[in-house]
């Protein structure tokens, strides 16, 4: 990947098209990594969502999605996938040829927005997920095939500022990646949820159970990370002979809990597929 070749004098201009939940983690994490408050706009219809981005991160607030664009080096559409076909046939008059658009929303594909935005766009599909806001998200891009190096490098860039980034080859495995990914903190958190649930359910105190619980997987996450072995074998550590840890284990198989997790990242592929198609991508 070649460098973005940026000028550092001048920090490259970054256009949200929304300012929701994702763009709002997005905006934190660029903020937190140093890029400038001026060089970032955002359009949203709610003035109280754009106020709030204002006044939190100093961001510039547009009129309108034309607005927001004019003169922009990339553009990022953070919106519903339910709503882009009207966002961007609003914005294709507005928006030259050659700026680099970059789309989270799940499902929808580079083809569509390309075609809404009046053809020869170079279109980048990014799944970041919500910890971006602590600049420990995790990216799936995609670029078509009229992206330029020096665009794909501007896209890693905007998007490494929040965690990691893994470029996908094949557009179809973008539904998996945000099954994966994307959806994934909610899985985490649901977890996370049901432990508590379950101390409290065998008399530990809620704060206690919080505690125990969130450090429990933050330690075992970062211990996959960073001792470099796999999950598998670190299961096995904890997994004494006879021990309680088994006993949860075969509680879990008796559950068919590998069984649900592939079943929900298969629930959320196939709806990652379907939001592409118009007439299901309706709420
Ligand atoms: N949340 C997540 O964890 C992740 C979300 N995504 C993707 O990010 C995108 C946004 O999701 P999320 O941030 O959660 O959703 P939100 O609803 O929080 O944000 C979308 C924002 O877009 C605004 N909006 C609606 N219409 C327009 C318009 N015409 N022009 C400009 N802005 C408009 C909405 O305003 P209003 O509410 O007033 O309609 C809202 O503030 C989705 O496509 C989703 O698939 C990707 C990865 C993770
Ligand atoms: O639930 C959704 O559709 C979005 C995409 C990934 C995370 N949130």
Redesign the pocket.
């Known amino acids: 990947m070649t460098s973005p070749d940026l000028n550092p004098d001048r920090a490259p201009v970054l256009a949200f098209?929304?300012?929701?939940?994702?763009?709002r983690s997005l905006i934190a994490g660029l903020r937190a990594q140093g890029h400038r408050a001026q060089a970032l706009r955002v359009?949203?219809?709610?003035a109280a969502?754009t106020a709030a981005l204002a006044k939190d991160f100093g961001v510039t607030i547009a009129r309108d999605?034309a607005e927001a664009v004019t003169g922009a080096d990339l553009v990022l559409l953070?919106?519903?996938?339910q709503?882009m076909a009207?966002?961007c046939t609003g914005l294709a008059p507005y928006l030259p040829t050659g700026i680099p658009v970059v789309s989270?929303?799940?499902g929808i594909r580079s083809g569509q927005i390309d075609a809404w935005l009046g053809g020869q766009r170079a279109v980048i599909r990014a799944?970041?997920?919500?910890p971006a806001l602590l600049q420990a998200g995790a990216t799936g891009l995609f670029g078509n095939r009229l992206c330029t190096d020096r665009q794909r490098a501007l896209a890693q860039h905007l998007m490494d500022a929040v965690g990691v980034t893994v470029w996908i080859d094949d557009e179809d495995l973008m539904d998996a990646v945000t099954a994966v990914s994307?959806s994934g903190p909610a899985y985490v958190f649901r977890l996370i949820e049901a432990m508590q649930a379950a101390a409290v359910a065998q008399g530990l105190p809620a704060d206690s159970a919080r505690t125990l619980v969130l450090h429990t997987v933050f330690g075992a996450a970062r211990m996959a990370l960073e001792t470099g072995e796999d999950a598998t074998t670190l299961r096995q550590r904890v997994t004494s002979p006879g021990g309680t840890t088994a006993a949860a284990m075969a509680a879990f198989d008796d559950s068919g809990f590998n069984a649900g997790v592939e079943q929900a990242i298969d629930a959320a592929t196939r709806r990652g597929a379907e939001l592409s198609r118009p007439a299901d991508s309706n709420p």
């Open positions: 098209i929304g300012g929701g939940n994702m763009a359009a949203d219809p709610s969502a999605n953070a919106v519903k996938p709503v009207d966002v989270i929303a799940a799944m970041p997920n919500t994307g």
